[in-house]
T-cell receptor, first 118, second 110 residues
């Protein structure tokens, strides 16, 4: 079974540019989560998509946005890049949260996209 | 706001010794707690998930306990091996998201 796949592996941008990161969940998973792992800040929750809808958002500015496609893959877009956006961006997937018992489904992570801002 | 703390931040042990990693959280209204392993420059590998109604979960040499009322979890790794060297993260799921600790970096010396 293929795991969560993310692309690209590395992305180099300059300040003010826009970045698009992509994630394909495990087959059968409909929930996709995005996290940022910046040096010294630990893993921070960014966004959660389920069944094509944004369900929850972390404490990040609106220039961080995304979407989920009908095949449940997802994109994370970061506009007006700043130096502090340099980080490892991790995507995770799980079965849908909706329904109660699904809250105990583990999240499975990809290897991430390393975004470097010059 | 959920705060997750992991102690110690780093641990170095000789091969064969048992590992004990601690995790504490401030809000006990959690759905579950997950332990992950992260190798340098890589993503997270899920090790164990403990539901809020469970006290412990086991997988091979790994055993994790959960005391929700006191906001604590412990990960035990028996008979450590050099391949166990990695950063171990605990995360709690509530408010529709995972909140992570900063991790414990483990080095197992051959």
């Amino acid at each position: 079974e293929a795991g969560v796949t993310q692309s690209p592996t590395h992305l180099i941008k300059t300040r003010g540019q826009q970045a698009t990161l992509r994630c394909s969940p495990i087959s059968g998973h409909t929930s996709v989560y995005w996290y940022q792992q910046a040096l010294g800040l630990g893993l921070q929750f960014l966004l959660w998509y389920d069944e094509g809808e944004e369900r929850n958002r972390g404490n990040f500015p609106p220039r961080f946005s995304g979407r989920q496609f009908p095949n449940y893959s997802s994109e994370l877009n970061v506009n007006a890049l700043e130096l502090e956006d340099s980080a490892l961006y991790l995507c995770a997937s799980s079965f849908s949260f909706a329904g109660g018992t699904e809250s105990n489904q583990p999240q499975h992570f990809g290897d991430g996209t390393r975004l470097s801002i010059l | 706001k959920q705060e997750v703390t992991q102690i110690p931040a780093a641990l170095s042990v000789p091969e064969g010794e048992n590992l004990v990693l601690n995790c504490s959280f401030t809000d006990s209204a959690i759905y579950n707690l997950q332990w992950f392993r992260q190798d340098p420059g890589k993503g997270l590998t899920s090790l164990l998930l403990i539901q809020s109604s469970q006290r412990e979960q086991t997988s091979g040499r790994l055993n994790a306990s959960l005391d929700k009322s006191s906001g604590r979890s412990t990960l035990y790794i028996a008979a450590s091996q050099p391949g166990d060297s990695a950063t171990y993260l605990c995360a709690v799921f509530n408010d529709y998201k995972l909140s992570f600790g900063a991790g414990t970096t483990v080095t197992v010396r051959a």
